[in-house]
């Protein structure tokens, strides 16, 4: 077994689902700062592991868009958003760049795995579609053809030369006509497709469209800041807020004593649990788990 192969194995042995490798060349477009060897000096290749959501903690968001269960957000927040998968990526992260310097010799620096970390070193999202892993959605949000959108990623930069993988060029991944992630936004964050400010982006050699989110909208839904979007509330009062009404607004949230996260849950997720890609119709719609995207419009 080659050396490729056996940072995969590894990868697949401590819980990961997805493991693909981009060679540096691959990040041209990377902003300053974000390029791999801007970070690990020499780096030669980026390994991105990706880890699939539980299709359990995805479905509690259609018990509180569905059924008013927002009770059951601690869940998914926990389980399918800011704690858990990005434990287990860091834990991951770090076991795989372990293995390559006690083998190797080469240098293996693991990056910040999401919001229960600090600092940004590099966008994971491209990093995922430049590795091969598939392609990014107008959502935003990469799309893999095993799990959709509802994967978390990691990297590990590293100056060991790996193969490359190809890139994903399978079945468009999101269509033009789905429309979905924009229709159930309960802010109206995404344009519709093709509309709107929007980014183009081509990791490794791939050109992608993709939204540009109105983040302060979104943090809106995210952070529950009306009582409309489940706030305790109305911590924000107009359609359009700038980044100083979600700060003042973040200001006034209470903070809780309990729990590790110290604030509520995150209380969105909608254009993530909606998103037909991934088998979603056999996951939840065909079972039962979920009435659709329309009944999940509200709330």
Not at 99 to 107: N, Q
Not at 186 to 202: D, M, Q, R
Request: overall charge neutral; hydrophobic content about 30%.
């Amino acid at each position: 077994m080659d050396v490729k192969e056996t940072v995969k194995e590894t990868a697949f042995k401590l819980g990961m689902d997805l493991c693909g490798i981009a060679g540096v060349d691959r990040f041209g477009e990377s902003p300053q700062g974000r390029h791999p060897c801007e970070i690990l000096p020499g780096c030669k290749s980026v390994i991105v592991v990706g880890v699939r959501l539980l299709d359990g903690a995805v479905q509690v968001n259609f018990r509180a868009f569905e059924d008013g269960r927002r009770d059951l957000k601690g869940i998914y927040g926990t389980y399918g958003y800011s704690m858990l998968p990005n434990f287990e990526l860091t834990y991951a992260c770090y076991g795989i760049a372990q293995f390559i310097e006690r083998t190797t010799g080469a240098c293996a620096t693991p990056c910040s795995t999401g919001p229960m970390t600090n600092g940004v070193q590099l966008s994971l999202r491209h990093a995922a579609v430049a590795a091969g892993l598939g392609e990014l959605g107008w959502h935003g949000l990469v799309m893999t053809p095993e799990f959709g959108p509802r994967n978390r990623f990691g990297v590990i930069l590293t100056t060991l030369e790996l193969e490359p993988d190809p890139l994903y060029d399978g079945k468009p991944l999101c269509s033009p006509a789905c429309g979905i992630c924009t229709s159930v936004c309960p802010t109206g964050a995404l344009s519709k497709y093709g509309e709107g400010e929007h980014y183009v982006a081509s990791p490794g050699g791939k050109r992608m469209e993709y939204c540009r989110i109105d983040w302060n909208k979104c943090q809106m839904a995210t952070l529950a800041l009306t009582k409309e979007l489940g706030g305790r509330e109305d911590y924000v009062t107009t359609p359009e807020p700038t980044s100083k009404d979600i700060l003042e607004a973040q200001a006034c949230m209470p903070v809780y004593e309990g729990g590790l996260q110290h604030h509520t849950s995150h209380n969105c997720g909608k254009c993530l649990s909606y998103c037909p890609a991934g088998n979603w119709g056999e996951k939840f719609k065909k079972t039962g788990i979920s009435r659709g995207a329309m009944a999940g419009k509200k709330g």
